[in-house]
């Protein structure tokens, strides 16, 4: 061992008296505090954004076509998709917007038409209906069946059964004039994806039904990709726009949720940096701790600057010191974090109102790059915590040092 880690942590073990004994410990587990609130807290916050973002995958895809396209264009466009080697598969879908009526309320929302078994191609859409399905076995002069968000059924007080009637923006010409185009429909089902806004705004019918009811004449508004990995989603919209042509817009789906993702990534780098403030706390511990360590072993220094140690030696030593403490403190803050992750993840501390977040437990997802950016940002502040100390006791002139010390 070189002579200065060998002084450092014989300092660190041999200090005498209580209060330098408290003083380290405090020091210690400042750090550890510190680090395992930190990570804990992003933990819990990276498991709320990743089953955020799942719900929207599951309910949506990778990336989204826009544009309308009759029949057989469509049907081109997605074999051209398909045919691209990041995508996995492709389906049409229909987004229009439409009011729709039950029991004299009426409410805004958006109509979308889908294909049940290309659908289930590209994501999880059909796993979210709790009652009922979007093919019933209903007699053929029955009204059309359309699916409604579980929060949408509930404001509107149907429920599977029920016949409403959806208007159209566009309006019919007849003899007597221009009328809003309406459809009966039947609710054929209830569904919950988990995430507000989709089951509060949307109602979910075929695709043929949907293309009637828009004046689309069997045609769609888009097409609807899912990828193998979805961390190409941008290089595989740009090769799509290739394919397909600049007539029609392809976003991604953080194109089409950035509000959403940009107050998530706002809110997770304010919480890093309130929390790494507990760390920059527990580093004025450490350099109070160092400042008395240099009180206390200044005739120590003395000895040993007039033994031939230099002042650079003299820093090493201190600096050791706090990055001993340091690593202590993060190793535990390290353990006391998977402690509490796995604690959180496992038990039901914490309920969460179901109705509201459609989870009994608070998710958990522990990231890699998370825990070692803490622990690079606490190594450097402790570090820098250290320096003070270090230079003043490098600075001591060894008779100075010996005579009063």
Known sequence: ????????????????????????LIGVAGVSVGVAALITTLSVMN???????????????????????SKDTYQKNIRLIEQLPLVEAAAPH?????????AGQSVGLIVRGLDPEQEKKINTLAD??????????????????????????????????????????QSISTSAGMFPKM?????????????????????????????????????????????????????????????????????????????LYAALKLEKTMMFIILFLIIGVASLNIAGNLILLGTEKLRDIGIMRAMGASPRMIRKIFMWEAMVIAG?????????????????ATFNIVELPGDIYYLTKVPVRMQLWDIVAVIGGSCLICFAAGLYPAVKASRVHPTDAIRYG
């Open 1 to 24: 061992m070189k002579f200065e880690r060998f002084v450092a942590v014989r300092y660190l073990t041999r200090r005498q008296g209580l209060f330098a004994f408290i003083t380290t």
């Open 47 to 69: 498991g709320f954004q990743t089953d955020i973002k799942d719900k929207i995958i599951g309910a949506q895809s990778h990336i989204l076509v826009f544009g309308r396209m």
């Open 94 to 102: 229909i987004y229009g917007q439409g009011i729709i009526t039950y």
């Open 128 to 169: 979210s209906v709790e009652e009922g399905s979007f093919t019933p076995d209903w007699p053929e002069d029955a009204p059309p069946p359309l699916v409604l968000g579980s929060e949408l059924a509930a404001n509107l007080g149907a429920d599977i059964g029920d016949d409403v009637v959806l208007i159209s923006p």
């Open 183 to 259: 459809k009966k429909f039947r609710i054929s089902g209830l569904l919950r994806t988990g995430y507000y806004e989709f089951d509060n705004t949307i109602a979910y019918t075929l695709l043929s039904h949907a293309s009637d009811f828009l004046g689309l004449r069997q045609g769609t508004t888009g097409i609807a990709v899912k990828l193998h990995n979805i961390n190409d989603a941008d290089k595989a919209a740009a090769q799509i726009q290739d394919v397909i042509g600049h007539g029609y817009s392809v976003r991604t789906f953080a194109q089409l949720n950035s509000t």
């Open 328 to 344: 202590l403190g993060i190793v535990l803050g390290l353990l006391l974090a998977c402690l509490l992750c796995w604690i959180i």
